[in-house]
């Protein structure tokens, strides 16, 4: 009887070993990607999924409204590193969904365009409005951003929004479903976090608190590609750049911020204890590469010059991505074109 009881013990223990083994907090854990991966897997992500649309007034050029994505990478032991091809959200899907002012969420990317008036008349002017206090005021349970620019535009403030990585971090529980904590967790934004709200320690929109959960993930980043300027060009004291990013190093860690402008590799926020004048300085230059293969020109992300051609395999192009924005265009206070609409 007692050498039956000792087996039992014996099969149940081995039968939790066993089991635990394949859980994924204890799988192998894989090198993050370098500066140099990062940078392909970013121009791959931006090549397929950079949103814009064709303004319903003919006098303004095609738009690439601020956006943000989320995604989990996984690895690929045969290639030995983090494979982007296998992120397979079908490109006219997610276009889709965030151009109609949507959030795409699904187990692998979640993504989101910023939300702002009066911008929404021209990117999506039949969704429905998700502002609770604008209903109220318009007296009304639900409505269209055109039925409240013609009964009730007043009820909105010029210029109000829900910014891209707010919108992508309340949506952040598709993630993490069936979670696999070896994945490469990819959070992208065109531009660098502002002061006043995205990295603001006081701003109800603040994503501090939010953001802290990509650190579910072991390998984890957060990048952008320009550095934020508010609208009108008026340049923000380094101050409060750098005290923004610190703010953010604090949550996801310095070094796992990354600056990436469409040549290769990216550069690392983080110089020892202090932030890197390059994710800051609006004309400070690149710094020098540990490891900058030959490039080859493809489309790049703003303020790019050039980018190695991607190692993922992935072939399809975006041929919305064919304009660098600049130029005359207005920019929003992340950095980012807009379109403007005001009631004549």
């Known amino acids: 009887m007692a050498k039956l009881w000792l087996m039992a013990v014996l099969l149940l223990l081995s039968a939790s070993v066993g089991s635990s083994m394949y859980r994924p907090e204890n799988q192998p854990h894989f090198p993050r990607p370098d500066e140099t991966q990062i940078a392909e897997i970013v121009n791959d992500l931006w090549n397929r999924y950079r949103p814009s649309y064709q303004s319903r007034f003919n006098k303004h050029p095609r738009r690439f409204p601020m956006f943000s994505l989320a995604v989990r990478i996984p690895y690929n032991n045969k290639m030995q590193q983090y494979d982007v091809s296998r992120v397979n959200d ?45 209903l109220k005021k318009c007296r009304s349970k639900s409505m269209t951003w055109d039925e409240v620019n013609n009964t009730c535009s007043g009820a909105v403030r010029f210029g109000r929004a829900d910014h891209a990585e707010y919108r992508v971090l309340k949506h952040f529980n598709t993630l993490m479903k069936n979670i696999n904590r070896n994945d490469f967790l990819l959070f992208y934004v065109p531009a660098s976090p502002c002061d006043q709200k995205c990295a603001s320690e006081t701003s109800r929109f603040s994503i501090l608190e939010k953001i802290h959960v990509i650190t579910e993930w072991r390998n984890h980043a957060v990048v952008f590609s320009k550095v934020f300027k508010p609208k009108g060009g008026e340049e923000v004291p380094v101050g409060n750049l750098t005290g923004a990013l610190e703010r953010l190093g604090e949550k996801v860690g310095l070094q796992n911020i990354l600056r990436c402008d469409g040549s290769v590799p990216c550069t690392s926020c983080s110089s020892g204890k202090d932030v890197t004048p390059f994710c800051y300085g609006i004309n400070a230059p690149k710094p020098a590469a540990r490891d900058n293969p030959p490039s080859t020109s493809v489309n790049v992300p703003p303020g790019g010059n050039a980018n190695a051609p991607s190692k993922t395999g992935q072939k399809k192009k975006n041929n919305n991505n064919n304009e660098n924005p600049g130029g005359s265009t207005n920019v929003d206070e992340e950095g980012w074109q807009i379109a403007v609409q005001r009631r004549g």
């Open 90 to 134: 079908d490109t006219e899907n997610v276009w889709r969904k965030i151009i109609k002012c949507d959030v795409y969420a699904s187990k692998t990317m979640v993504a989101a365009t910023v939300l702002r008036w009066p911008n929404v008349l021209d990117q999506c002017p039949n969704a429905q409005v998700p502002w609770k206090k604008v």
